[in-house]
Protein backbone atom coordinates (compact mmCIF):
# COMPACT_ATOMS: atom_id res chain seq x y z
CA UNK A 1 0.00 0.00 0.00
CA UNK A 2 3.16 2.31 1.28
CA UNK A 3 4.37 1.75 -2.96
CA UNK A 4 0.91 2.55 -4.05
CA UNK A 5 0.51 6.01 -2.10
CA UNK A 6 3.94 7.20 -3.16
CA UNK A 7 3.55 6.24 -7.04
CA UNK A 8 0.30 8.11 -6.87
CA UNK A 9 1.79 10.98 -5.40
CA UNK A 10 5.10 11.28 -7.41
CA UNK A 11 2.64 10.79 -10.48
CA UNK A 12 0.44 13.88 -9.68
CA UNK A 13 3.38 15.64 -9.12
CA UNK A 14 5.55 14.84 -12.04
CA UNK A 15 2.60 15.35 -14.33
CA UNK A 16 1.44 18.90 -12.81
CA UNK A 17 4.97 19.30 -13.01
CA UNK A 18 5.37 18.49 -16.95
CA UNK A 19 1.88 20.25 -17.45
CA UNK A 20 3.38 23.46 -16.61
CA UNK A 21 6.22 23.18 -19.33
CA UNK A 22 3.64 21.77 -21.72
CA UNK A 23 0.93 24.69 -21.20
CA UNK A 24 3.77 27.37 -21.24
CA UNK A 25 5.10 26.12 -24.87
CA UNK A 26 1.57 25.33 -26.26
CA UNK A 27 0.46 29.05 -25.25
CA UNK A 28 3.10 30.72 -26.85
CA UNK A 29 2.37 28.18 -30.09
CA UNK A 30 5.40 25.53 -29.69
CA UNK A 31 4.52 22.39 -30.25
CA UNK A 32 5.17 19.39 -27.64
CA UNK A 33 6.10 15.87 -29.24
CA UNK A 34 5.96 14.05 -26.45
CA UNK A 35 4.46 14.10 -22.96
CA UNK A 36 5.68 11.41 -20.51
CA UNK A 37 4.89 10.30 -16.97
CA UNK A 38 8.10 8.14 -16.18
CA UNK A 39 11.38 7.13 -18.19
CA UNK A 40 12.21 4.31 -19.95
CA UNK A 41 10.35 1.39 -22.09
CA UNK A 42 6.50 3.28 -22.97
CA UNK A 43 3.82 0.77 -21.98
CA UNK A 44 1.16 3.14 -23.47
CA UNK A 45 0.25 5.99 -25.75
CA UNK A 46 -2.31 8.39 -27.43
CA UNK A 47 -1.82 10.36 -29.96
CA UNK A 48 -3.99 13.92 -28.80
CA UNK A 49 -4.08 17.62 -29.75
CA UNK A 50 -0.99 17.19 -31.37
CA UNK A 51 1.55 15.19 -28.75
CA UNK A 52 1.51 11.91 -27.86
CA UNK A 53 0.85 11.23 -24.69
CA UNK A 54 2.52 8.49 -22.37
CA UNK A 55 2.91 6.44 -19.89
CA UNK A 56 6.47 4.71 -19.18
CA UNK A 57 7.83 2.01 -17.01
CA UNK A 58 10.14 3.73 -14.66
CA UNK A 59 7.68 5.93 -12.66
CA UNK A 60 11.20 8.61 -11.03
CA UNK A 61 9.59 11.41 -13.21
CA UNK A 62 8.95 12.63 -16.51
CA UNK A 63 9.15 14.62 -19.43
CA UNK A 64 7.63 17.22 -21.98
CA UNK A 65 9.36 16.82 -25.16
CA UNK A 66 8.94 20.27 -26.55
CA UNK A 67 10.14 21.06 -30.12
CA UNK A 68 13.51 23.29 -30.09
CA UNK A 69 14.37 22.59 -26.17
CA UNK A 70 17.23 20.28 -27.88
CA UNK A 71 20.47 21.80 -28.72
CA UNK A 72 20.16 20.24 -32.28
CA UNK A 73 16.88 21.76 -32.99
CA UNK A 74 18.34 24.99 -32.93
CA UNK A 75 15.74 27.70 -34.34
CA UNK A 76 12.74 25.63 -33.96
CA UNK A 77 9.75 26.10 -31.53
CA UNK A 78 11.28 26.70 -27.91
CA UNK A 79 14.63 28.01 -29.56
CA UNK A 80 12.79 31.16 -31.91
CA UNK A 81 11.23 32.16 -28.47
CA UNK A 82 12.46 35.64 -27.09
CA UNK A 83 13.99 35.23 -23.67
CA UNK A 84 11.10 36.10 -21.67
CA UNK A 85 9.19 33.43 -23.67
CA UNK A 86 12.00 30.84 -23.04
CA UNK A 87 12.01 31.67 -19.49
CA UNK A 88 8.04 31.41 -19.06
CA UNK A 89 8.37 27.46 -19.97
CA UNK A 90 11.52 26.64 -17.85
CA UNK A 91 9.59 27.74 -14.54
CA UNK A 92 6.32 27.22 -15.44
CA UNK A 93 6.88 23.52 -13.85
CA UNK A 94 8.04 24.29 -11.04
CA UNK A 95 5.55 27.32 -10.24
CA UNK A 96 3.26 24.19 -10.84
CA UNK A 97 4.51 22.20 -7.98
CA UNK A 98 4.30 25.59 -5.58
CA UNK A 99 0.57 25.69 -6.57
CA UNK A 100 -0.30 22.29 -6.49
CA UNK A 101 1.61 22.65 -3.00
CA UNK A 102 -0.27 25.58 -1.57
CA UNK A 103 -3.57 24.41 -3.09
CA UNK A 104 -2.91 21.42 -0.75
CA UNK A 105 -2.02 22.87 2.56
CA UNK A 106 -5.11 25.25 1.80
CA UNK A 107 -7.38 22.33 1.93
CA UNK A 108 -5.24 21.17 5.15
CA UNK A 109 -5.95 24.75 6.39
CA UNK A 110 -9.62 24.17 5.79
CA UNK A 111 -10.48 20.77 6.60
CA UNK A 112 -7.76 20.19 9.76
CA UNK A 113 -7.01 23.39 10.65
CA UNK A 114 -4.08 25.81 11.36
CA UNK A 115 -1.46 24.89 13.25
CA UNK A 116 -0.61 27.38 15.98
CA UNK A 117 0.88 27.07 19.34
CA UNK A 118 -0.58 27.39 22.27
CA UNK A 119 1.94 27.81 24.86
CA UNK A 120 1.46 24.99 26.57
CA UNK A 121 3.42 21.43 26.89
CA UNK A 122 2.44 18.12 26.24
CA UNK A 123 4.04 15.24 28.73
CA UNK A 124 5.37 12.38 26.12
CA UNK A 125 7.24 10.74 28.95
CA UNK A 126 8.01 10.88 32.05
CA UNK A 127 11.15 9.10 33.67
CA UNK A 128 10.93 6.40 35.66
CA UNK A 129 12.02 7.63 39.87
CA UNK A 130 12.35 11.07 38.86
CA UNK A 131 11.21 14.05 40.41
CA UNK A 132 8.34 14.37 37.98
CA UNK A 133 7.00 10.33 38.23
CA UNK A 134 6.81 11.65 42.16
CA UNK A 135 4.64 14.64 41.56
CA UNK A 136 2.26 12.37 39.89
CA UNK A 137 2.67 13.67 36.06
CA UNK A 138 2.02 10.87 33.63
CA UNK A 139 2.19 10.67 29.67
CA UNK A 140 -0.70 12.78 27.89
CA UNK A 141 -0.45 15.44 30.44
CA UNK A 142 -1.19 18.94 29.48
CA UNK A 143 0.91 21.77 31.53
CA UNK A 144 -0.78 24.88 31.56
CA UNK A 145 0.36 27.15 34.14
CA UNK A 146 3.28 27.02 37.10
CA UNK A 147 2.76 28.58 40.35
CA UNK A 148 -0.39 29.78 38.96
CA UNK A 149 1.26 31.78 35.74
CA UNK A 150 -0.27 30.66 32.71
CA UNK A 151 2.36 29.35 30.20
CA UNK A 152 3.21 31.47 27.78
CA UNK A 153 5.82 29.12 26.26
CA UNK A 154 7.23 25.44 27.30
CA UNK A 155 10.10 27.04 28.10
CA UNK A 156 8.72 28.58 31.18
CA UNK A 157 8.40 24.86 32.65
CA UNK A 158 12.14 25.65 33.34
CA UNK A 159 10.43 28.05 36.51
CA UNK A 160 10.37 25.03 38.35
CA UNK A 161 13.70 24.44 38.59
CA UNK A 162 14.16 27.10 41.65
CA UNK A 163 14.62 25.73 44.68
CA UNK A 164 11.18 25.82 46.95
CA UNK A 165 7.86 24.26 46.77
CA UNK A 166 6.01 24.85 43.53
CA UNK A 167 2.36 23.74 41.75
CA UNK A 168 2.11 22.52 38.57
CA UNK A 169 -1.68 22.64 36.88
CA UNK A 170 -2.72 20.66 34.31
CA UNK A 171 -5.38 19.27 32.31
CA UNK A 172 -5.77 15.12 32.18
CA UNK A 173 -8.53 13.63 29.71
CA UNK A 174 -10.36 16.94 30.70
CA UNK A 175 -10.13 17.49 33.83
CA UNK A 176 -8.08 20.41 35.41
CA UNK A 177 -5.50 19.04 38.48
CA UNK A 178 -2.97 20.70 40.05
CA UNK A 179 0.41 18.47 41.68
CA UNK A 180 2.80 19.93 44.06
CA UNK A 181 6.71 19.52 43.70
CA UNK A 182 9.43 20.51 45.65
CA UNK A 183 12.96 21.21 43.91
CA UNK A 184 15.68 20.68 45.63
CA UNK A 185 19.02 22.18 45.26
CA UNK A 186 21.57 20.02 43.51
CA UNK A 187 18.75 18.29 41.16
CA UNK A 188 19.20 18.23 37.53
CA UNK A 189 16.72 16.77 36.32
CA UNK A 190 12.64 17.30 36.29
CA UNK A 191 12.06 14.00 34.18
CA UNK A 192 9.69 14.63 31.62
CA UNK A 193 9.85 14.84 27.62
CA UNK A 194 7.57 17.18 26.45
CA UNK A 195 6.66 19.26 23.20
CA UNK A 196 4.74 21.99 22.41
CA UNK A 197 0.74 22.33 22.52
CA UNK A 198 -0.58 22.49 18.83
CA UNK A 199 -4.43 23.72 18.35
CA UNK A 200 -6.12 23.76 14.99
CA UNK A 201 -7.79 26.58 13.65
CA UNK A 202 -9.99 26.14 10.66
CA UNK A 203 -10.04 28.84 8.16
CA UNK A 204 -11.84 29.48 4.52
CA UNK A 205 -9.95 27.93 1.50
CA UNK A 206 -8.65 31.23 0.11
CA UNK A 207 -7.57 32.70 3.57
CA UNK A 208 -6.18 28.74 3.80
CA UNK A 209 -4.52 29.49 0.46
CA UNK A 210 -3.06 32.81 1.37
CA UNK A 211 -1.68 31.51 4.94
CA UNK A 212 0.35 28.53 3.00
CA UNK A 213 1.66 31.36 -0.03
CA UNK A 214 2.97 33.60 3.23
CA UNK A 215 3.92 30.64 5.49
CA UNK A 216 6.23 28.83 2.54
CA UNK A 217 7.46 31.98 0.93
CA UNK A 218 8.79 33.08 4.55
CA UNK A 219 10.61 29.82 5.03
CA UNK A 220 12.15 29.37 1.49
CA UNK A 221 15.35 30.70 2.47
CA UNK A 222 16.20 28.27 5.44
CA UNK A 223 14.08 25.29 2.88
CA UNK A 224 16.84 25.79 0.44
CA UNK A 225 19.63 25.93 2.84
CA UNK A 226 18.13 22.40 4.67
CA UNK A 227 18.11 21.31 0.68
CA UNK A 228 21.78 22.42 -0.53
CA UNK A 229 23.29 21.20 3.03
CA UNK A 230 21.43 18.04 2.75
CA UNK A 231 22.57 16.93 -0.83
CA UNK A 232 26.19 17.96 0.13
CA UNK A 233 25.48 15.99 3.34
CA UNK A 234 25.12 13.23 0.81
CA UNK A 235 28.03 13.85 -1.82
CA UNK A 236 30.42 14.16 1.57
CA UNK A 237 28.88 10.78 2.73
CA UNK A 238 27.29 12.05 6.00
CA UNK A 239 24.13 9.39 6.56
CA UNK A 240 22.45 12.24 8.69
CA UNK A 241 22.24 14.82 5.60
CA UNK A 242 18.22 14.19 6.15
CA UNK A 243 17.84 14.27 2.02
CA UNK A 244 15.51 11.10 1.19
CA UNK A 245 15.73 9.17 -2.08
CA UNK A 246 12.56 7.10 -3.56
CA UNK A 247 12.83 4.48 -0.79
CA UNK A 248 13.16 6.62 2.37
CA UNK A 249 10.40 8.32 0.72
CA UNK A 250 8.10 5.14 0.03
CA UNK A 251 9.07 4.35 3.60
CA UNK A 252 7.80 7.54 4.71
CA UNK A 253 4.75 7.41 2.72
CA UNK A 254 3.80 3.92 4.54
CA UNK A 255 3.72 6.27 8.11
CA UNK A 256 1.92 8.99 6.69
CA UNK A 257 -0.73 6.32 5.91
CA UNK A 258 -0.79 4.87 8.54
CA UNK A 259 -1.60 8.21 10.43
CA UNK A 260 -4.53 9.52 8.19
CA UNK A 261 -5.49 11.34 5.10
CA UNK A 262 -4.22 14.76 6.35
CA UNK A 263 -0.90 13.43 6.78
CA UNK A 264 -0.85 12.18 3.04
CA UNK A 265 -1.87 15.38 2.20
CA UNK A 266 1.20 17.14 4.43
CA UNK A 267 3.70 14.74 2.72
CA UNK A 268 2.49 15.71 -1.00
CA UNK A 269 3.00 19.44 -0.23
CA UNK A 270 6.26 18.81 0.97
CA UNK A 271 7.45 16.66 -1.77
CA UNK A 272 5.92 19.00 -4.49
CA UNK A 273 7.44 22.32 -2.63
CA UNK A 274 10.84 19.72 -2.74
CA UNK A 275 10.89 19.05 -6.13
CA UNK A 276 9.83 22.89 -6.76
CA UNK A 277 13.46 23.97 -4.94
CA UNK A 278 15.47 20.76 -6.40
CA UNK A 279 14.99 21.64 -10.08
CA UNK A 280 15.82 24.89 -9.71
CA UNK A 281 19.11 23.81 -8.59
CA UNK A 282 21.50 25.21 -11.11
CA UNK A 283 22.31 21.46 -11.97
CA UNK A 284 22.42 20.97 -15.89
CA UNK A 285 19.58 18.43 -17.19
CA UNK A 286 17.25 20.31 -14.33
CA UNK A 287 15.11 23.22 -15.31
CA UNK A 288 17.78 25.44 -12.67
CA UNK A 289 20.52 24.63 -15.18
CA UNK A 290 18.98 25.37 -17.98
CA UNK A 291 17.52 28.84 -16.38
CA UNK A 292 21.58 29.16 -16.28
CA UNK A 293 22.46 28.83 -19.50
CA UNK A 294 19.88 30.74 -20.56
CA UNK A 295 20.99 33.85 -18.91
CA UNK A 296 24.67 32.91 -20.13
CA UNK A 297 23.42 32.39 -23.54
CA UNK A 298 23.08 36.16 -23.41
CA UNK A 299 26.51 37.32 -22.46
CA UNK A 300 28.27 34.18 -24.27
CA UNK A 301 28.31 32.38 -26.93
CA UNK A 302 27.06 28.45 -26.33
CA UNK A 303 27.35 26.14 -29.43
CA UNK A 304 24.64 23.47 -29.34
CA UNK A 305 27.51 20.44 -28.89
CA UNK A 306 28.90 22.95 -25.86
CA UNK A 307 24.96 22.61 -24.48
CA UNK A 308 24.16 19.01 -25.10
CA UNK A 309 27.70 18.13 -23.49
CA UNK A 310 27.01 20.12 -20.61
CA UNK A 311 23.58 18.34 -19.76
CA UNK A 312 24.66 15.20 -20.54
CA UNK A 313 27.37 15.46 -17.60
CA UNK A 314 24.56 17.48 -15.51
CA UNK A 315 22.37 14.16 -16.18
CA UNK A 316 25.45 11.70 -14.79
CA UNK A 317 25.82 13.47 -12.01
CA UNK A 318 21.89 13.35 -10.90
CA UNK A 319 22.29 9.24 -11.68
CA UNK A 320 24.99 9.93 -9.20
CA UNK A 321 23.14 11.53 -7.01
CA UNK A 322 20.64 9.22 -7.07
CA UNK A 323 22.71 6.29 -6.08
CA UNK A 324 24.34 8.02 -3.25
CA UNK A 325 21.13 8.84 -1.68
CA UNK A 326 18.95 5.33 -2.55
CA UNK A 327 22.54 3.76 -0.77
CA UNK A 328 21.84 6.28 2.31
CA UNK A 329 17.84 5.31 2.61
CA UNK A 330 19.10 1.26 2.73
CA UNK A 331 21.49 2.00 5.18
CA UNK A 332 18.86 3.88 7.23
CA UNK A 333 16.54 0.87 6.88
CA UNK A 334 19.05 -1.61 7.85
CA UNK A 335 20.18 0.14 11.11
CA UNK A 336 16.87 0.98 12.31
CA UNK A 337 16.10 -2.89 11.56
Not at 16 to 33: M, N, P, S, T, W
Not at 79 to 91: H, I, S, T
Not at 92 to 102: D, F, S, T
Not at 327 to 334: T, V, Y
Amino acid sequence: MSLLWFLLIIGVSVFVHELGHYLAARLQGVRVKAFSIGFGPILWRKEAWGTEWRLSAIPLGGYADIEGLLPEEKGRGYDALPFLGKLFVLVAGVAMNVLLAWGLLAYLFSAQGVPEATGRAVVLEVLPGSLAEEAGLKPGDVLVEVDGIPLAHPREIERLKTPGEHTLTLLRQGQRLTLSLTWEAGMERLGIVYQPEVAYRKVGFLEGLLLAASRTLSFGPEMVRALVGGLLGVLSGNPNSGVMGPIGIVAETGRAAQEGLFRLVELAAAINLSLALFNLLPIPALDGGRILLLFLSRLFRIRPEQEAMVHYLGFLFLLLLLFLVTFQDLRRLWGSG
